[in-house]
C-alpha cells in the first residue's frame, strides 16, 4: 500500500532511457532490459571465455593453458556493451547505486542457469585502495556483492580482502602492464573467514581477468578452498 502510494507520489524512472516505471523494484524497464544480451557458451572451463568460434574449439582456452589462472572458474553473466555498458559507467562513476539490484538480478538469472555459486559459502568484494575510496565514495565491487548476497541468501559482511597498493586504473593499461600493476597489491584482512570456505568472488567486469586473479592468488595462498568468480559483463572478444 505505502509503496504504491510512493510509486504515484515519485515514479521511478528507467534509468537507461528514462521512461517512468510502474515499479519500485526495477531501475531498468523491459525495453531496455531486453537490449541487455547474456553471454551464451561454450564458456572455457576455467576463465569463462566464450570458445564457441576458436579455429579449434578446446574445453579450456589457450590462455589459460599458457598461463592457469588462481580461480578455480570464472563466470561473466551478460555482454558488456550498449546499454549495459552505459549502466555500469552510471553505477559506477555517477553512484546510481540502486542498479546493483537490477545487476545481481541478472547474476543471479545466469548463474542459475548454469550452476553457479551452488557450494559457495562466503562471498568475497574486489577492495578498492581507501584514497580512492574517499574519491569515488563508494566501491561499486562491494555493493554488488551485497545486492548478490541479500538473492543468494549468503549474508555479506565486507571484503575479506583490502588493497594495500595504489595502483593505476586498470582500464588505461594493456594486459601485461594490468598485471605488474596488481602484483602484491592485495592482502587478506581476515583469514579465518575464509579459511576452507569455498568463495564466490564477485566484481561488476571481467577484462583480462588480472584483478580477480590477483584477489585468487592471495585467497588461496591464504587458505581458501574453491573459489568461483563471478562477474556482470565482459566484452565481446575476451
Ligand atoms: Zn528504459
Ligand atoms: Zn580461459
Redesign the pocket.
Known sequence: MLRTMLNLLYPSICRACSKKLGDFNRNICSECAGKIKERLPPF?L????QIGEDPAPAD??Q??RNNEPHFDRAWSACIYEGTLKNLIHDFKYNRITCLSADFASLMTGFMKKHGIGKDSQVIVSVPMHTSRLFRREINHSDVLASSLGKRLGIPYTGSALKKIKNTSEQNKLGRQERIKNLCSSFSIKNSSRILNKNILLVDDLFTTGSTVNECSKILKASGAGQIEVITLARGYSV
Open positions: 572455457c576455467k576463465c569463462g571465455k579450456i582456452c590462455d589459460c
